[in-house]
């Protein structure tokens, strides 16, 4: 707690004993060591009235009377503190100042209208304010503060705390309390009624003090986001341009002529300097919506639109991500490989890729296709979630991409946004991490890092836009890019803390999510298999591929529709080009699955191991056809159709006699009628 110099005591002004005396252990800091504890004492005891007050007591500290100082050390006392007949009861102000924390605490937490905070030097200010107007209740309320501080006259108590606040130490006090006393006193008293509230200056959140209004900053942004991505020069002149009425301007939707007489303030036009015009398109808020504008969509939400944030999976096929991408070096005619990779995320293991010259949906039911070869010869089951893109997987949504149909979960990445799909990561972790070490020619043309630029000599010619660029065959590039997964799945997984000492290969080996589903071939190859119309034939086989592959039971002939044999045959070949079974279909209804039919040798002399299970295969089968047709015939009886002679009734039979028809109405013909006249009449009744 701060201590004056100076205390008024009995209407004599005493200097405290510690800012006078030169004893390490008992002067203060700002002591002006003018004599010793030993002389103090001496002089005390020879001079009567030399000490007004003793320093008995806890918190007390003896009091030297200024009047009995000699001159010099009485203008060394003013020089430092000033004359105590002016500044003591500022001196004695500044006992009663002490810090209020909880002033500091409301101010740190007090949000403004828009959610901001109150500025760092603005809390600060206030605290003092607060601590300051407490110091003044102190006074006013205490008769002992008020006459320790004041000599305990309540005449002009606030005429003298405005000058005792008026001449506080601005910068050991920083405030902007008013020195009027009726306006220091407004304050006090609005403070004692209202709280720290009263303090906070009502002008935060206006737009009072804007040199740029409302109007004038939607002009410059709206002039910013022209087509031509305009400098903050061009905008800040063609602003200027508008107010000398250089230039007109038009809202290009609303066809709205912009008044130049908006953007004057009392008469004078609103003129900005460019940095002022930089500063607020620059402004954070800002410069996310002239950038919606001016970047396209990719830069944009790399830069400013929020985004999620995850983890990676503990067990692997818990989630697979799927994506495509080009191979980084050219074929001789210029064009890039197209890739389709599908990685576990938790692993980061290259589970299936495939490759094409075009990219197409081919692409992706290749890549697949070559993801199951390797669950299956694994024996891993089906992955729990995939995440995809819209682009080439689309088609499939209403079937194979359908969660439930063969994933239990699908994930549709939002387009344009690379960033939520895993395998974009995956994708450049192969890249610098593996193709780059091992491949030439890997990176950008305009990549920053130089490590990272390809180099390229472009040719002079007519066409001015070629360069000399080393290309590959493609089979050179895929096999190239074969063995960089194979390299990258047996790399140690960059997780050494979680998985130390394992490759990518091993993680996915030894984390497989125990609730995996085994894969369901008959509907799986249905999506993503080959597929063969044939028919049944002799009630045992179907013909694919130049391959004949037997039904596993002949009663599977009872499953056919009606005078239908033709069925349509779905199948995959390993990575050998081998189909060893095929999944049949009628009617899009699943029949069953059927595998290649093995021949045996006609000559008992050369059967080797093999044929004997064919044999016996093939005779199983036909024995089972035959017990089939024996157990039918069985149901069935050989007839004899003879005909039924009692078929007709027993009784009587009534005859009903058919009544004559009579003329309505009889007439006679007139005795001249003639034959002739009545012929004539039969005709035209005829007619």
Known sequence: MYK?????????????????????????????????????KLRSHRNEGFRI????????????????LPVQEQNVLIEKWGDPAKTTKHHQFKDFITPDAAALSFFSAYRLADGRSLPKEVILNYTTHASILNACHIIISNNSARRKAMGGVKANIWGKLAECVFNLDK??????????????????????KEGYTALIHRGFCNDNSRKVTVDVERLILSLYIAQNKPYVG?????????????????DFQTGEVFDRNQFCENGQPITLSE???????????????????????????????????????????????????????????????????????????VIGAAYS????????????????????????????????????????????????????FVRWCNPGNSQEKWAETGNRIKKYGYEKRYQDGIGRFYSRLE??????????????????????????LTADDEEIIEKYNNALHPNQKKYKGLTRAEVLAMYVNPELAQVDRALLLRYIGNVATT?????????????????????VMLRLLPNNYEVKAYYLPNEFGETDSVYLYQNEVFICRCEKISAYNTANAEWSEEDPLSYSKQAHYVTKFDSMVKQKKAGLSRLKVVENTNYYAQGEVEVSLESALQPNERFDLPEDYHYEDYNRMNAINAL
Request: aromatic share 14%; charged share 25%; proline share 5%.
């Open 535 to 555: 028919s049944i034939r002799r009630s045992q086989y179907v013909q694919v591929q130049y391959a004949k592959y037997s039904l596993p039971d002949p009663k």
């Open 234 to 250: 061009d905008v800040s002149n063609d602003y200027l341009r508008f107010l000398a009425g250089d230039i007109d301007i038009i």
């Open 357 to 408: 010259q075009t990219k197409d949906k081919a692409l992706f039911i290749d890549c697949m296709r070559n993801m199951f070869h390797f669950l299956d010869r694994n024996g891993y089951g089906m992955p729990m979630q995939v995440e995809v893109e819209h682009h080439l997987v689309n088609t499939f949504k209403e079937d194979l991409m359908q969660a439930g149909v063969i994933f239990p």
């Open 53 to 68: 007050k003793e320093g008995r007591g806890l918190g007390n500290e003896a009091l030297i009377n200024f009047s009995k």
């Open 275 to 349: 940095a002022t015009v930089w500063n607020y398109i620059n402004e954070p808020g800002n410069r996310i919506i002239v950038d919606k504008f001016r970047s396209d969509s990719l830069t944009f939400n790399s830069t400013h639109r929020p985004h999620h944030h995850r983890h990676a999976p503990n067990y692997s096929f818990s989630k697979i991500s799927m994506d495509d991408r080009d191979l980084p070096r050219k074929m001789p005619n210029g064009n890039r490989v197209k890739a389709y990779y599908a990685y576990d995320i938790t692993s980061g293991c």
């Open 171 to 192: 910068k050991e006090f920083g405030h902007s309390l008013p020195p009027n006393y009726r306006r220091l006193q407004e304050k006090f008293r609005k403070y004692k």
């Open 451 to 476: 490590a990272n630029k390809t180099k390229s000599e472009k040719i002079f010619d007519a066409q001015n836009n070629n360069y000399k660029e080393k290309t590959y065959s493609y089979q050179v």
């Open 4 to 40: 004056a110099p100076y205390e008024l005591f009995n209407n004599q002004y005493g200097v405290r004993l510690s800012y006078i005396v030169s004893d390490v252990d008992k002067r203060n800091a700002e002591s002006v060591a003018l004599f010793s504890y030993s002389a103090y």
